[in-house]
């Protein structure tokens, strides 16, 4: 029988996958997003790797994310997200969040904020635990979305309406966390969970003349997307349609130098950075941290794979729950690539209060975990459904799986007086 694998436990170390890495043979078959690809690059040269998997994601026909005949989620679909192995881990995020807003005062109206929602899975397990709690309850007044892929929104909208509708909450959809304004009058949460690894990315190489960035180019002529039909037959592949090339791009200069850390590298250095990662941390600090009195304030958590430090040799594609050749199936492969939460930080520290990261594992085992999955599985039925109950959360906390590969970011207010107890399980050693 298969194994069921999450996107970001595939069994292998990530920290050792080149981004041009051959895994399996290339399809015979172009599909449309690299036709588009390799029409830009033959236009106008080479591209980043932020362009590469921005339009790979995101086209607005044939993304992955946006084309609806995509299976994304679950044991259908390219991978499985904590939140849809156990209700435990959403419902222990909202555990904290609560302990944050109570701790604050409990006197502001709550709005929600998720990035990257996916199915509405975590977030219906967030409101479900929150309207628990009944001062709580009527102090939920908002939840934002923010989401560019339109058969996603409509999968949250049927999930999380019947919620809503029975809260009498408010439901907004956004494109961008830009278009929420910071409101003094609201506490403000922020979830983000396998978010931070799917936005672009450049590709970096310290060099003998300095940082130059790796850019993705054709190694052999293409097809046209616009000579060629999408259901007509394309002609069979080689082997490898593209490759990589160096070029000192003003963009690698500038990123050189975005964090303190990255001076001191060595020649030879593979780095990945993104700015948009950089920029959307200091927008949710900017949400969550308030002015000198703890108005408009709030709370964040960021849960993904990655790390305390940079990355240069972590990107890779997931098809069918396995890791493929990112350059294989253009559009058809979820991609990502590991979060520096070293740099989040340094976005985010002068607006807010970073916590961690931590490990999956410490983060929810510290919310209480085990009582929690006692508590299921007294309340099951069937033995069947008990052991379900605990493989399920032992998944979660597996120190050679998930529980240490993904980590946990917080943020919170800058002027709160924060004591262990208070931010508990983000605890400085």
Not at 297 to 303: D, F, K
Request: hydrophobic letters at 40%; glycine letters at 8%.
């Amino acid at each position: 029988m298969a194994v069921l694998r999450s996107r970001k436990c595939p069994g292998t170390n990530f920290r050792d996958t080149h981004p041009m890495r051959s895994y399996a043979s290339f399809p015979e078959n172009f599909t449309k997003v690299e036709k588009i690809l390799l029409d830009n690059i033959r236009a106008a040269g080479p591209i980043t790797f932020a362009s590469y998997m921005q339009m790979c994601l995101s086209h607005p026909t044939y993304g992955y994310y946006t084309n609806p005949a995509n299976p994304i989620f679950g044991t259908q679909g390219d991978f499985v997200t904590s939140p849809e192995i156990s209700q435990v881990f959403g419902e222990l995020v909202g555990i904290w969040l609560l302990s944050q807003w109570m701790q604050a005062g409990q006197s502001r109206r709550i709005r929600l904020v998720e990035l990257g929602p996916g199915r509405g899975t975590l977030m219906e397990d967030i409101l479900r635990t929150l309207s628990s709690f009944p001062s709580c309850a009527q102090s939920i007044r908002d939840v934002h979305l923010i989401e560019t892929s339109q058969p996603l929104c409509s999968i949250q909208e049927s999930r999380l309406r019947p919620t809503a509708t029975r809260l009498d909450v408010n439901m907004q959809w956004h494109d961008g966390l830009d278009l929420l304004p910071i409101q003094n009058d609201a506490f403000t949460m922020v979830v983000a969970h396998e978010f931070f690894d799917a936005l672009p990315f450049h590709l970096l190489q310290n060099t003998n003349e300095g940082w130059k960035e790796i850019l993705i180019a054709s190694s052999v002529p293409a097809p046209s997307s616009a000579e060629t039909s999408f259901d007509s037959q394309p002609p069979e592949a080689p082997k490898s349609r593209f490759q990589t090339v160096l070029s000192p791009t003003p963009l690698s200069r500038v990123l050189a130098v975005s964090s303190p850390r990255f001076s001191e590298l060595p020649t030879g250095t593979t780095l990945e950075v993104s700015p948009v990662g950089w920029s959307i941390a200091r927008q949710v600090a900017q949400l969550v941290g308030g002015d000198e009195d703890g108005e408009g304030s709030g709370c964040a958590l960021i849960m993904d794979y990655g790390d305390d430090h940079f990355f240069g040799k972590s990107f890779r594609a997931f098809k069918n729950h396995q890791i493929v050749d990112p350059f294989a199936l253009p559009g058809e492969c979820d991609l990502t690539v590991n979060v520096d939460f070293a740099y989040l930080r340094e976005a985010a520290q002068d607006r807010a209060k970073p916590l961690g990261p931590i490990s999956q594992a410490d983060f929810l085992l510290g919310m209480g975990l085990g009582q929690r999955v006692d508590a299921l599985a007294r309340a099951a039925k069937h033995e069947e459904r008990t052991e379900g109950i605990r493989e399920a959360a032992r998944r979660l906390v597996d120190r050679n799986g998930m529980g240490e590969q993904y980590k946990v970011f917080g943020m919170v207010g800058k002027e709160r007086q924060v004591k262990a107890e208070y931010v508990w399980p983000f605890v400085e050693e």
